[in-house]
């Protein structure tokens, strides 16, 4: 119990840096700095800063100008004919809801499933889920996935990756199944404003990866209309869930791809 409750802890340290680096939390900073500095001239640009992060935060016309930036395309059926199999990532699952009389996956996941599903009837290829128990969780994200894609959307999984709490070791889980069963090119099931980080992650792994995105938060001209530069809060939650994969990457570099590290499954795993 002590390595695993280690290895929650850490995560647990990375969630609260996490929230303080990146927004709501960074403006909460920037506003208490505002304060602490209030009788100082730099509070003055502090605060006219928090303001324009605060906009751009805000409106789509961010949201479509880093999308774009990470050149991820619609895929295109058969248009690679040497993928072995059909990896899909999780996005998070509700703890205990009493709807369901359980857990079960949120809408990140059931996007993605849904998508497989897809991917899976027009390849006929074999799906690999992937996603392990929340601290809280009774079951793995994996075993929701395999029963909503088997049950509700008539699919076929045929393994299933039930340790990985991060997209990391989503990747490096996954590759040992796979290339235990002879599979070293996959289509990967993502979001597209999650597909950069999980690329990077499955091709570290040692699998070549055909991706196979879906919902595109980008969907307007190159150059945005005057209605993706008035704020809402879907492009507040969106801009954010970007952020964070920008953050994310930047932290797998440092952390595992720039000194060449493979992934050790955690504590509780080995």
């Known amino acids: ?42 509070a003055t640009g502090l605060l006219l ?8 935060f805000s409106v789509p016309a961010t949201q479509n100008w880093v999308i774009g930036l990470s050149k991820i395309r ?70 929701l996935m395999r029963d909503i894609l088997n049950r509700e959307f008539q ?16 990747a490096s889980f996954s590759a040992r199944i796979l290339k235990a069963n002879g599979i070293h090119r996959i289509i990967l099931v993502t979001h597209a404003y999650h597909m950069p980080r999980a690329m990077e992650a499955f091709q570290h792994a040692g699998l070549g990866v055909t991706p196979a995105a879906t919902i595109f938060f980008n969907g307007g001209p190159d150059y945005p209309a005057l209605s993706c ?14 952020v964070h994969e920008l953050v994310g990457r930047l932290w797998y570099y440092l952390r595992y791809y720039s000194t060449r590290r493979e992934c050790r499954p955690s504590p509780e795993h080995e």
């Open 229 to 242: 530069w008035i704020p809402s809060f879907n492009a507040f939650y969106r801009n954010n869930l970007i």
């Open 155 to 170: 699919g076929q999984v045929e393994w299933i990756e039930a340790e990985s709490r991060t997209t990391y070791e989503n």
């Open 49 to 56: 800063a928090t303001g324009v992060l605060v906009y751009l």
């Open 74 to 143: 619609p895929w295109a059926p058969f248009a690679d004919q040497k993928n072995q199999a059909i990896v899909v990532v999780g996005g998070g699952h509700h703890i205990n809801t009493p709807d369901y009389g359980g857990d079960t996956v949120n809408h990140l996941t059931l996007e993605r499933v849904r998508y497989a599903a897809i991917v899976q009837k027009q390849t006929g290829l074999p799906v690999l889920v992937s996603g392990g128990k929340s601290i809280q969780g009774t079951i793995s994200e994996a075993e």
């Open 1 to 42: 119990m002590i390595p695993a409750l280690a290895h929650s802890s850490k995560l647990l340290i990375l969630n609260v840096l996490g929230s303080v680096v990146l927004p709501p939390g960074l403006f909460s900073l920037l506003i208490f700095g505002c304060l602490a500095f209030q009788q100082h001239a730099f």
